[in-house]
């Protein structure tokens, strides 16, 4: 009698899309769904800060989560696992108010929900069509601000708009694409009044529906308060030591802010107990280029060292912000802005001049094309000052058209990136890694190209990117398995510039991947999977 040979073990991949509510309040503790693809149930979870625990219920899709009273407020980076993949880190937000979950219905004004302020009201736009609404009362006088989380941070496919409008329907402000694709509305009150605040959304990448959309993945947070609210925040030097500042609403002078590194994947942020809003310190694309750039204080507009990181606002039509700063004859400079890719409004326009004669030097608008944010490179003829004027390209302003300046002597460099942080290997199938190359300032070196830290069982070997052709710009890895045993394992992929002896020179660079614009990883995931077992089958 002969025996067939199969296979059993499920493969499928886990796959973790969200968290709803996708928010909760410091000192709370409640059960969260996880929403995705869950094979195998339970799976391991692991969450990157020790003031949050989260566990695994035995329900399906359900995680208890609980907060340390004093945490920080900011974001929870949280990823699954099972024996056969891992889940993209996904963010949870941690709240200094208390949470207002939504009740349907409440698409109609007669329907909303009652707001006590201040509150982070968490919601989801779940079919197309809908909307939310929610009635807020307000004194004479005070300012509201609505400030919402849903596509920046959370990756919600929605472009949100927020609407406030009073009682009858009458429309007093409308936002949208204040934060990115994210509203935000801040709007001062004359009188005594209840009003309502709506959100509906529109796809993320239009397309030819007319209406609302919705979806279980749009799914969003609404910090609304009447109280101190933070926006956005810079760190400076200030009496030789690192300070914090915050920007936002309804904030006194005296607005006392504390610095949080609590997380192990956020940038820095800042926050302050006494307000809602938080604020990320994106300085990695500073770093990635010019690690020992100062910072300048905020006013301040004389440069006498580089590198050196300004910051600043553009808060009136036709304003230009001026720096004045010592250049040597023969020095290549740069000179690049940074406010779009972080959400903010400004379109940015750089000038450079020669101080003594007014001459124009160089000019730029936009580093790429359909970018914002403008970078200029030029060679000081002789030794003297320059002056770097920055303005706003449309004569656009407001309290978020915020940038940093970073301006440094030009050295050629690389940066590498990959478009995603995990990958599963399957023994004696080769693994493809894309690497794409950015070269700077005329960087025009070969690289080698590796991925380091490989478990026992997997190699690969390095790739060089030649300065022109087609790997110029991107490479690809291939990894094999032979001989490895399962499990996840950390690894890095690292590049160096070569000599004209084809020898390693200067400081490697890890590749990094963008897990959101303000925050990159260094560090990889590779996972092998166990692998099927064979069972006995009868003919």
Known sequence: MLACVATSLSAETLQLD?????????????????????????????????????????????????????????????????????????????????????TEPNA????????????????????????????????????????????????????????????????????????????????????????????????????????????????????????????????EKHSGSDRAIAFGHNLSDEFDVQLSNVSQHSPPTVYA??????????????SAVAPTATRLAMGQSEIESLPVVVCGHILKPNQTDSYHMPVAAGIRYRAEVRSRPDGFLLDSKLVVVDSESGKQIASNDDIKRGGYDAGVEFTAEQEGRVEVRLSDTVNDSGPRHFYQLLIRAVTPGFQLSAAADRFVIQPATPLEIPITIERDSGFSGQLSIEATELPAGVTSAAVVSEPKGETAKSVKLNLVATDAAPGHYPFHIVGSALDADEKTKGDPQNSVFALRPAISLDTFWLTIPPQPTPTQKQP
């Open 273 to 286: 107990d006494a307000s809602i809003g938080w604020a990320w310190l994106s300085d990695d694309w500073v």
């Open 108 to 235: 109609k004004r007669s329907e909303a929900d009652q707001l006590t302020l201040p509150t982070v009201v968490a919601g989801r736009l779940e079919k197309s069509g809908d909307s939310d609404a929610y009635r807020v009362s307000v004194k004479a006088g005070q300012r509201l601000v609505a400030s919402v989380t849903a596509h920046q941070v959370l990756r919600s496919p929605m472009d949100a708009v927020l609407q406030l409008s009073d009682v009858d329907g009458n429309v007093l402000i409308q936002s949208e694409d204040v934060r990115g694709f994210d509203p935000q509305i801040v709007y001062t009150s004359e009188r005594e009044t209840e009003l309502i605040l709506r959100i509906f959304a529109f796809p993320e990448t239009p397309n030819q529906t007319i209406g609302f959309a919705g979806s279980q993945a749009m799914v969003y947070a609404i910090d609304v308060t009447t109280g101190p609210f933070i926006d956005h925040a810079v760190s």
């Open 18 to 102: 969200r968290f709803y509510p996708p928010v909760i309040a410091r000192g709370d503790a409640t059960t969260v769904t996880a929403e995705g693809k869950f094979p195998v149930w339970p799976p391991e979870v692991e969450a990157d800060r020790d003031d949050v625990s989260v566990k695994v219920d035995k329900e399906s899709g359900k995680l208890s989560v609980s907060v340390n009273a004093d945490a920080p407020p900011g974001a929870v980076w949280i990823r699954l696992r099972d024996q056969h993949s891992l889940s993209d880190l996904v963010p949870l937000i941690v709240s200094t108010a208390s949470v207002t979950l939504e």
